[in-house]
């Protein structure tokens, strides 16, 4: 017999359904990563309550650096507070200082230069990406995985005769549905992966999202010890793809 006072947490995986039965005898709790416009509201509602203003920029600039993790947010912001202080608005360069990640060089960064299939900054970023306070080369993967299957969903929508602002459409919808985590604008990211779509082929696409499982299983395994390598192996893997196209 359990302790009147014990708890028991339960946690089941994101998109699994819950058990009805365990839902019904206990509280059910629905932790779903916020939509961009109402993290870019918590993060101003979050930024008032530590005493500071933040500007948009700076914003955008805190949800690239960090990612929509509530407490990560509320931790760098109370960092900004006491450094900043009250009286101004925080500025993107000094997120970029305190948070010790520059514009230009995040993770959705590394992520657009694969995108657009830029390998030589891909390859770059790698250097100053990884090293960053909270990065992995496993988030980067994952963060890519998701890139590169709204690539081949924007692909395929155009093949089938999709087009412009209503590709856009019909991408946003998608996003609206799956609410992928890490997604920080889904009207950018609609826009982002119709554009990024004619630069792939299906097939390109298909192996590029292959490698890239391929490369997140070696870093989960035993044998990997080299995170840079794997992720430099992988970046030139799809550059010799699109060299052979």
């Known amino acids: ?27 059910h709790i629905d932790v779903a990563v916020p939509e961009p416009d109402a993290l870019r509201r918590w993060v101003v509602a979050r930024a008032r309550r530590a005493g500071i ?20 947010l509320g931790t760098e912001l109370e960092k900004l507070a006491a450094a900043v202080g009250a009286g101004r608005p925080v500025t993107p360069a000094e997120v970029a200082q305190l948070v010790g990640v ?10 657009g230069a694969v995108a657009a299939r830029d390998v030589v900054r891909a390859l770059r970023l790698t250097d100053v990406v990884l090293p960053q ?14 890139e590169l299957v709204g690539i081949r969903l924007a692909r395929a929508l155009s093949g089938g005769g999709m087009a412009g602002a209503r590709l856009e459409r019909a991408l ?14 889904w009207e950018a990211q609609a ?13 390109e696409l298909d ?7 391929q490369a ?14 794997t992720l430099r192996s992988l970046l030139l893997s799809l550059g010799a793809g699109k060299a052979a196209a």
């Open 102 to 111: 520059n514009r230009g060089e995040t993770i959705e960064d590394w992520v």
């Open 53 to 72: 203003e933040i500007d948009a920029e700076a914003i955008e600039h805190l949800v690239r650096s960090v990612g929509p993790d509530l407490a990560h």
């Open 133 to 146: 306070a909270g990065v992995t080369a496993v988030r980067m993967l994952i963060a890519l995985g998701t």
């Open 172 to 185: 946003l919808e998608q996003l609206r549905r799956v609410r992928p985590a890490g997604v920080r604008d």
């Open 1 to 27: 017999r359990p302790s009147p006072t014990t708890v028991l947490i339960l946690v089941h995986g994101a998109g699994e359904p819950s058990d009805a039965g365990l839902a019904r005898a206990g509280t």
């Open 207 to 213: 192996q590029a999202i292959r490698a890239t499982y």
């Open 191 to 203: 826009r982002s992966w119709a554009a990024a779509a004619q630069l792939w082929t299906p097939n």
């Open 216 to 229: 997140d299983r070696a870093l989960k395994s035993t044998t990997v010890s080299d995170d840079r390598a």
